[in-house]
């Protein structure tokens, strides 16, 4: 089959690919862009480490194709930052040591970054739901909660 | 997964055009949460997929609670748990949508495609089944609107002919004093399949008696059960011990389960009756409140 050319934008700038129809926005993200940050842990949608925000929703880019992007808008991992600026979700999920092999970490952080942003003051049963699509087989789940909760009082704080 | 032709038509008529006219096995394409794993494992192959989120009238909720609502088959789990009156209308059907899968998963997934991937396990289906919601199919030969449990006709099959898809699932006017309530039992507390699912819709009276009702029960049969002698325990009852003893009796003579390693046929059927009755007292106490 021959590739589609798609114009799309990611990170807030214009960007073009080929693409071919089979391809997920995963594949494209990580094999046509190099933005390798998103990760493949299962392809199926299960395991939420591929995590990105399309038209500002949080969506599995596993589970979407490179060819439905047409004029849309994807937000990776890789925007999380500004510049050398961590993102406060980013700087305590190391203070409070939220990882250990960190495969599962920019899935997590695009998604709680989601969580705050509709819901700035999260229980811990929200927080845990919200994040219910995301596995970590390292860490037990405890210490990304309360960074996620810690962050969420800290930036209602510093407002 | 193998190649296919991609197309993302813009109108119904476009659609239908594509869908009709593709050679080989076309395939409609909405969330996706269910067709890109179908695809990367290989169980389908199409030679087309057709995307219908950019036809304007599939991603719309219209209509009200008295007139009817009208969800476009390709409105997200998101976007309807966001629309306030549509929950506080058909707080069942929203619940059975909204329990599919992850937050990530809402974002994507869709009441027509839950429908149309006709798993026995949907989550979406019984409450709209429940709910008497009508489907509107667009075809070659025009528009047609079957009630929804007429598409699902087995695991993985529909009723649907070649070229046609579903638009849309019209909601009926909603009378006061009516509540429904979906519930699903798992074996994990999110992100599995359910073992029974349970939708009840119901009407009362002035007086309490509840002159309406509807029962659907997921995942105890091939399709989803509209279960009549359920409801029929319902009606004319003011809905206590003795009716609600009745309803789940028939839910669970109802049951027609498969064993499987999430629950043996045994379990199944007993859970049904047991949801069944706790569906519906959620549902009595919001129609109560619902004036
Ligand atoms: C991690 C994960 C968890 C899940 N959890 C649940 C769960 O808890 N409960 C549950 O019920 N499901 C669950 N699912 C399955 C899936 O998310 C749902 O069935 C969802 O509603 C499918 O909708 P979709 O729009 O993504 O469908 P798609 O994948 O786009 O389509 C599914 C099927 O329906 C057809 N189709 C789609 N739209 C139409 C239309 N308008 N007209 C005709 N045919 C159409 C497609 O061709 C395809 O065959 C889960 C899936 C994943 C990946
Ligand atoms: S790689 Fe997408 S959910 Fe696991
Ligand atoms: S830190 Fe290893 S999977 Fe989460």
Known sequence: MSKLHISATVNGEAVEYLCDPKQTLLDVLRDELNLTGSKEGCSSGDCGACSVTLDGRLVCSCLVLGVEMQGRSVETIENMASGEELHPLQQKFLEAAALQCGFCTPGFLVAAKALLEKNPNPTETEARYWLAGNLCRCTGYDKIIRAVLETAADMRGSK | ?291
């Open chain 2, 1 to 291: 997964m193998s190649g296919f032709q991609y197309e993302a038509p813009v109108s119904v008529d476009e659609a239908v055009g594509l869908l009709a006219g593709a050679k080989g096995l076309a395939k409609v394409l909405a969330g996706g949460t269910d067709l890109l794993v179908q695809l990367r494992t290989g169980a389908v192959q199409p030679d087309m997929v057709v995307d219908v989120k950019r036809i304007d009238e599939l991603r719309q909720i219209s209509g009200n609670a008295a007139s009817g609502f009208v969800i476009g088959a390709a409105v997200s789990g998101s976007e309807i748990g966001e629309h306030a009156a549509l929950v506080k209308a058909w707080p069942g059907v929203v619940e059975g949508m909204e329990l599919i899968g992850s937050t990530q998963i809402q974002g994507r997934a869709t009441p027509g495609g839950n429908l149309c991937n006709a798993s026995p396990a949907g989550d979406c289906t019984p409450g709209l089944v429940a709910a008497g919601a009508i489907c509107v199919v667009a075809g070659p030969k025009g528009r047609r609107e079957i009630p929804v449990e007429q598409v699902p006709v087995g695991p993985g099959k529909t009723s649907l002919a070649k070229g046609e898809f579903v638009v849309a699932l019209k909601l009926p006017p909603r009378a006061k004093n009516s509540g429904d309530a979906y519930l699903r039992m798992i074996p994990r507390t999110e992100m599995d399949i359910a073992i029974v699912g349970a939708g009840v819709d119901l009407t009362l009276d002035a007086s309490g008696t509840c002159t309406h009702a509807r029962v659907a029960l997921g995942a105890v049969a091939p399709t989803v059960l509209l279960v009549d002698a359920a409801a029929k325990a319902l009606i004319g009852s003011k809905i206590d011990d003795a009716a609600l003893a009745k309803l789940a009796a028939a839910a669970s003579a109802a049951c027609k389960p498969i064993s499987d390693k999430r629950g043996t046929i045994e379990y199944r059927t007993k859970v049904a009756g047991v949801l069944a009755r706790r569906a519906a007292v959620i549902a009595r106490d919001r129609a109560r409140s619902n004036g």
